[in-house]
């Protein structure tokens, strides 16, 4: 399983950026994925997630701002972030869970076995 993020960048706020994700070596139809994000010297948090069903789940801070996108001809999970605010600068990662469901809420780290290398993204 591989997961190749981009789309990260330097945006000004209020603007608009997106993410994603590309999977290869597994069925995307098979497993659920999602976006975490992580500050220097804090945890990775949970921002997103998209079940092998098609349910999406979106962090409290993200709702109405942020969604996610699936696109079936590239087989990547997209993150469409929108009204972008200074406290969104992260590094964004992409992560894959070997099950139909996405899990607990809020997503935990320690369910998802697959991750990518991560996307800077930068609102200033």
């Known amino acids: 399983v591989q997961l190749v993020e981009s789309g990260g960048g330097l945006v000004q706020p209020g603007e608009s950026l997106r993410l994603s994700c590309v999977l290869s070596?597994?069925?995307?139809?098979?497993?659920?994925m999602a976006w975490f994000r992580q500050t220097p010297g804090q945890e990775r948090e949970a921002v997103a997630g998209?079940?092998?069903?098609?349910?999406?789940t979106y962090a409290d801070f993200v709702k109405g701002r942020f969604t996610i996108v699936k696109d079936n001809a590239k087989t990547s999970l997209d993150l469409q972030m929108n009204n972008l605010k200074p406290e969104d600068s992260a590094m964004y990662f992409c992560?894959?869970?070997?099950?139909?469901?996405?899990?607990?809420?809020?997503?935990?780290?320690?369910?998802?076995?697959?991750w990518g290398q991560g996307t800077q993204v930068t609102v200033s």
């Open positions: 070596g597994v069925t995307s139809s098979s497993v659920s």
């Open positions: 998209r079940d092998s069903y098609g349910s999406t």
């Open positions: 992560a894959v869970r070997l099950a139909r469901s996405l899990g607990p809420r809020p997503l935990r780290t320690s369910d998802f076995g697959y």
